[in-house]
DNA sequence: CAATAGATCATCT
DNA sequence: GATGATCTATTGC
């Protein structure tokens, strides 16, 4: 499967950051590891963050020392620490030369499970490797040094989706922010266990066309 | 099941 | 000095 996926190529990065946070769906995630080699996976979980509008995200405040790639160029990665202890896995895509990024937050493991097994001994099933953003860092081991780097070459590589059959691409709100927490720019696919936490009890639905966008809005802003 | 506490630090006010 | 795009263990129904 691996031979034969194409990377995707600049043009799909360049496009409003939703569209290109719910086509991620299905992408195949490859992380070249120095000592236990290909590790990869299939996307199954994402959230987009999207410009100034957007108080959620962290290009919200403008250009800092942290966030400046969200303003950079589209295809490449964002990692960021967060809470002491995890990092996260975005990739910077947006349409204009605003700014915009979307999380990886979960991963179906398709190879080296072992690795990653070893590496998040407190998942209990397979399916719970890379079900959340934090975990999907630790069992790839991304760190820091996976910050700022091209999609297209290793150790980073985002495949497109190989032409396999997968559930519907639905849509819910954000998880884990406090400001726009009504926005529906996380996306996954329906009944797929590795997605996080539980999608039950959560408002979603099945994803027609383009996803939501804020000029939409229908939904209530704060 | 659901709710909550604790771990732990880079970033920005 | 407070906050946060999280995870896990533990507690309580």
Known sequence: MLANAVPLERAFYERPTEVVAAALIGALLVVEDPVQGTLAGRIVETEAYLDQKDRASHAAPG??????????????????????????????????RAAGAILIRAVE?????ETMAERRSAATRWQDLASGPGKLTRAF??????HDLSFSEPPLRLLAAPDMPGNPVMASPRIGIRHCA????????SNNPCVSRSMLNRTAHLLHGVPWSPEDTPIVRP
Do not use: K
């Open 109 to 113: 493991p398709l190879a080296g499970l």
């Open 182 to 189: 009504d926005w529906p720019l996380r996306f996954f696919e």
């Open 141 to 146: 081991g991304i760190s820091a040094a996976h």
């Open 63 to 96: 250009p800092t020392a942290r966030n400046i790639v969200m303003f950079a160029e589209p295809g490449r990665s964002y990692v960021y620490f967060i809470y002491g202890m995890y990092h996260c896995l975005n990739v910077v895509a947006r349409a204009d």
